[in-house]
Nanobody, 127 residues
Framework: QLQLVESGGGLVQPGGSLRLACAVS????????IGWFRRAPGKGREAVVC????????YYADSMEGRFTISSDSAKNTVYLQMNGLEPEDTAIYYC????????????????????WGQGTQVTVSS
């Protein structure tokens, strides 16, 4: 069964940190691709980070690199998103998504190519 369940969202002050978790079922973290995306109020969905299992690489969106870190625990089949230095502009619903590994060594982090999605978790950065 393909299932992704996010947790860990909440309210945090500017400059604070949160760690989101995504429990993954039906995909292999060592082979398939996992992505974190977000949708801010009034905006479209944007990529945060993608982890390409088979290729063994990670892509971070420019505004997140250095502040956000993706990691995984294969034993728990869970992917984490550590977010530091949060800003009000990071307020959004955060989604994790998964797809089977693509037959390319240069995968891209496009939300439309991910077919399985979690329900999302709200992150609010406000004082």
């Amino acid at each position: 069964q393909l299932q992704l369940v996010e947790s860990g969202g909440g309210l945090v002050q500017p400059g604070g940190s949160l760690r989101l978790a995504c429990a993954v079922s039906g995909f292999s973290l060592d082979f398939d691709d996992i992505g974190w995306f977000r949708r801010a109020p009034g905006k479209g969905r944007e990529a945060v980070v993608c982890m390409y299992g088979r290729v063994g690489r990670t892509y971070y969106a420019d505004s997140m690199e250095g502040r956000f870190t993706i990691s995984s625990d294969s034993a728990k089949n869970t992917v984490y998103l550590q977010m530091n230095g949060l800003e009000p502009e990071d307020t959004a619903i955060y989604y994790c998504a998964a797809r089977p590994s693509l037959p390319t060594n240069q995968p891209t982090c496009n939300s439309w190519s991910f077919g399985s999605w979690g329900q999302g978790t709200q992150v609010t950065v406000s004082s």
